[in-house]
């Protein structure tokens, strides 16, 4: 029997934060929370980047997840965005190293590979798929695509951690033919 878990999801962003709660019941997973952190009202970059940590900080003293799954940067044209992003992470990882929380990156295109099985899917796509899969209501859905792609992020790591292939550890196909035997025709 898996260990029940909370895996916390972040879209780490300057402009909006999207976050997501993903409880872990046995093996099957259940939206705890959404929502996003709107952070344009702040002129200032600092304290932008305070906001994002402080608000991570108390997503985690209230929801105590096992686990931080975050969204990784993504090479894009502009350097000053990419730089600011990247600050924006590192705030949200520092509240979670701040609680001991592990952390676990991903890749954008792997998000959306893991939900929608397109690296190049849509944020309508994705959050369409997250709400499916989690029987999520209509109306708690948000308007803003930045609380499902927080989602997103930790369902993914459910996915990449859940997957039963990945508890059994093999060195090659004649050792996973070894210890599979019934598996084989």
């Known amino acids: 029997m898996t260990k029940d878990r909370i895996i916390l999801g972040i879209d780490p962003g300057t402009i909006v934060m999207g976050y997501g709660v993903l409880r872990i019941e046995g093996n099957k997973p259940k939206l705890e929370a959404m929502g996003i952190l709107q952070l344009d009202k702040f002129e200032n970059h600092y304290l932008r980047l305070r906001k994002i940590f402080e608000r991570v900080l108390g997503l985690i003293d209230q ?6 799954a975050i969204e990784a940067p993504f090479f894009g044209k502009n350097v000053q965005s990419m730089l600011k992003l990247g600050r924006a992470q590192g705030v949200a990882m520092a509240a979670a190293l701040e609680r001991d929380i592990p952390i676990f990156e991903y890749a954008p295109l792997k998000i959306k590979m893991s939900i929608t099985g397109n690296g190049n899917a849509a944020k309508e796509q994705v959050a369409g798929m997250l709400q499916r899969f989690l029987s999520i209501p ?3 859905m948000l308007p803003q695509l930045d609380a499902t792609d927080g989602l997103a992020a930790a369902v993914c790591h459910y996915f990449q951690t859940n997957n039963p292939v990945h508890e059994k550890k093999y060195t090659g196909w004649k050792d996973f033919i070894a210890k599979n035997p019934g598996k084989i025709r």
């Open 63 to 68: 929801y105590h997840p096992d686990e931080l």
């Open 138 to 140: 209509q109306d708690a």
